[in-house]
C-alpha cells in the first residue's frame, strides 16, 4: 500500500473513511544529506464506532523490538476487526533509526531525549520536531495511548507493564491508566510514583485526558522472539480493553503489582559476572553477580537490596563504576512467584547463560 506523504498539519487535517486503511510517512525535516525524513504511521478506521487509540514505539532506536511489534501489528490490522480507529506509529524517533543510535546524535546544540521533553517545537531541532508531530498532530484527538518500548543496547528486560505516576494528571485518567496496566495482561505491573513535572508522550497524554500507559519486553538492538509476540499481545489486550478490537484480554495466572525499584550497580570497573537472570525471584541480601579485574581477582560482589524479582539485567560483561548489572522489584510474593503457572510465550524467554558459576 502506498505511503501518503504529509506534513505534521496537514496529517491532523486527514480524514480516513470508515472500513479503509491508509499509510501515511509524516515529514519532519531533513538529514544532514538533504534526504527527508519522516514518521511512519498507519491510520485504521473500523466501520463501527468506538475510541480513537494511539499506538506507538521506538522512542529510543535501540529498542527494536517495540518497533517490530508495533509495524507487524499495524501491518496486520484490518478495518473489519476494528471498532473506531487505530492509529499505529512504529517509529517515533526516525534519526536515532538511521545512524543506529538510542537518540538522534546531530541535534544542536544538546542532544535532547525525546522520552523526557514536556512539549515539542515545530520549528525546533529535529527531536523537538518530531514529539511536536507526535503530540499535536499525530495523536490528536486520541482516547487512549500506548507506548511500547523493549531496553538499552546491554540489557534484557522482563515483560511488564510501566505506568509512571506523576500526580499531575485527572483522577480519573489515573484510575484508568491502573486499571489499563493490568488488563494488558503482563505478569508485573510497575505503578511508577515519578513525581510533578515529568515529560515524555505517556505524561503529556494522560495529562490531557487521554489515559496512556507503556509496556516493556526483549533486549536492545535484537528483535528475537518471543519478545515482538509478548508486545502484540499487549497491544491485542490494551486494544481490547478500550473497546476497539473484539474479546477480553488475555490474562496470566498471576499479576503483581510494584512500586519500587531498585539499580543495582558496580563500585568497580572491570568484567562483570551475573549470578542471576530476568524473571527470577531474589531474597535481600543474595549475590547476583561480581565484578572481576584482568587477573581474575574478584573485586566486589553485588547483593540484592531487597526482596523481589530480577527484571532487567546486563547482558554485557563490560562495566565501570556505576554501571547498572540489574534491577530488582520490590515484592515479597516470593513462593507464589517461583511456583507460578508461566504464560505460553513467557515459557519461550531463553537466557544463554550464566556467565559463570558461583
Not at 485504521?44 to 468506538?50: E, Y
Amino acid at each position: 500500500m502506498p505511503a501518503k506523504v504529509v506534513s505534521p498539519e496537514e496529517f491532523k487535517k486527514v480524514s480516513v473513511k470508515p472500513g479503509t486503511k491508509e499509510n501515511f510517512l509524516v515529514r519532519i525535516g531533513q538529514m544532514s544529506t538533504s534526504t527527508d525524513i519522516h514518521i511512519p504511521v498507519v491510520v485504521v478506521q473500523g466501520r463501527k464506532d468506538g475510541p480513537k487509540t494511539f499506538v506507538t514505539a521506538g522512542q529510543h532506536a535501540e529498542e527494536t523490538g517495540s518497533i517490530d511489534a508495533a509495524k507487524r501489528f499495524g501491518g496486520q490490522l484490518t478495518p473489519d476487526e476494528v471498532s473506531g480507529t487505530v492509529v499505529v506509529c512504529p517509529l517515533q524517533n526516525p534519526g536515532a533509526w538511521a545512524f543506529r543510535t538510542r537518540l538522534y546524535p546531530l541535534d544542536a546544540p544538546t542532544v535532547s531525549d525525546i522520552g523526557s521533553l514536556k512539549k515539542g517545537e515545530a520549528n525546533g531541532i529535529l527531536t523537538d520536531r518530531a514529539f511536536y508531530a507526535l503530540t499535536e498532530c499525530i495523536s490528536d484527538g486520541a482516547n487512549f495511548g500506548l507506548d511500547i518500548h523493549a531496553t538499552h543496547l546491554d540489557s534484557m528486560n522482563y515483560p511488564r507493564t510501566m505506568t509512571m505516576i506523576t500526580g499531575d494528571e485527572p483522577e480519573a485518567v489515573h484510575k484508568k491508566r491502573v486499571e489499563l496496566s493490568r488488563k494488558v495482561g503482563y505478569e508485573v505491573i510497575h505503578l511508577w510514583n515519578v513525581g510533578k513535572g515529568r515529560g515524555g508522550l505517556t505524561s503529556v497524554l494522560s495529562n490531557r485526558g487521554a489515559p496512556c500507559i507503556a509496556i516493556e519486553a526483549g533486549e536492545g538492538w535484537r528483535a528475537l522472539e518471543p519478545f515482538p509476540s509478548i508486545l502484540i499481545r499487549g497491544i491485542k489486550n490494551f486494544c481490547k480493553a478500550v473497546g476497539n478490537l473484539k474479546g477480553e484480554p488475555e490474562m496470566p495466572d498471576l499479576q503483581v503489582e510494584v512500586t519500587k525499584r531498585f539499580e543495582i550497580t558496580c563500585n568497580y570497573g572491570g568484567f562483570s559476572n551475573l549470578f542471576v537472570k530476568c524473571g527470577d525471584y531474589v531474597k535481600k541480601g543474595q549475590v547476583v553477580g561480581q565484578v572481576r579485574n584482568m587477573f581474575d581477582e574478584v573485586l566486589e560482589e553485588l547483593t540484592s537490596p531487597a526482596n523481589g524479582i530480577i527484571i532487567r539485567c546486563s547482558l554485557l560483561p563490560t562495566v565501570a563504576t556505576g554501571a547498572r548489572l540489574c534491577n530488582v522489584s520490590e515484592t515479597d510474593i516470593g513462593d507464589k512467584w517461583t511456583n507460578r503457572k508461566l504464560p505460553t510465550l513467557e515459557k519461550q524467554i531463553t537466557f544463554s547463560g550464566y556467565s559463570r558459576a558461583k
